[in-house]
């Protein structure tokens, strides 16, 4: 894993100059993308702090595009990044952060296109799931 976390943080720190520079929708996205791929390697390594971190600075992000833009794509990315921090806080048993994103999810659900409105669906099923498994 060191040597993927290596690289993911390298293209980060590219990537943060790009989004810092040139400002645009694009730029930040992919600065977000980024923040999900280093989290997913903490992740990975059982690493929640530095996890929870980048997926922090992700989903902020996702949410400013996803709000200005509206698009079918920053509405999924948004979707991403809020999944990614619901399973953090799952990870880190904090029930009220889990139903604070969920319901967070729920509320953009409802601005969503049909597709990516599914697909939020399906994620917040699994993950209710799992509040309640016993159901």
Known sequence: WDDVDNAY????HILRGLADRLGTPESQRDLSVALNKVGDVAQARGDWDDADNAYREGLDIARTLA???GTPESLGDLTASLVRSTVVAFARMQPDEVATRLQELEAWA??????????AAEWIAILRSRLRPDD
């Open 9 to 12: 943080r390298e293209s980060l």
């Open 67 to 69: 709000d200005r833009l």
């Open 110 to 119: 409802e601005r969503m296109p049909p597709r990516e409105r599914a697909k």
